[in-house]
């Protein structure tokens, strides 16, 4: 079901909880408020719908790629990027980013897997782990 977006800094400012399998309801919320924004954004964190879980979703060329407890356990090749948030108001801001990461998650059936991601594939996922840090560009 497509969710609201929450604009809020200080709710976005917190960290998430970890995911448990009960909440995988909130994966598909996610992937279809993703999905429903399709045109103005290619990645979206849980608590960008008010829900306050590590869970991300992100377009990945196309396909839609939803990962729990996303952790980044490598990363190189450092540049500076502007991005923009549809849940932050004001427009792009700089921030340093990653070429490639090294990315260990769960999968939707809570399998854990570790992938490889480079260029902007790899930028989204970094915005969508910090908003699950509490982080805001």
């Not at 399998?21 to 849980?46: K, P």
């Not at 196309?62 to 427009?91: K, Q």
Request: charged content about 25%.
């Amino acid at each position: 079901m497509k969710r609201e977006l929450v604009h809020d800094p200080m709710f976005l400012a917190m960290k998430s909880r970890p995911a448990v399998r009960e909440d995988i309801g909130i994966a598909q919320d996610l992937l279809d408020t993703l999905m429903f924004h399709r045109e103005t954004c290619v990645g979206m964190a849980a608590n960008m719908i008010g829900k306050s879980v590590r869970i991300i979703a992100f377009s990945d060329k196309g396909r839609y790629v939803v990962m729990c407890n996303p952790e980044i356990v490598s990363r190189t090749a450092p540049f500076e990027a502007e991005e923009s948030c549809l849940s932050l108001l004001g427009g792009a801001r700089k921030t340093t980013r990653y070429k490639t990461i090294r990315v260990k998650f769960q999968n939707a059936s809570f399998m854990w897997e570790t992938k490889t991601y480079t260029d902007f594939t790899a930028q989204i996922i970094q915005h969508e782990v910090d908003h699950c840090n509490g982080v805001l560009i």
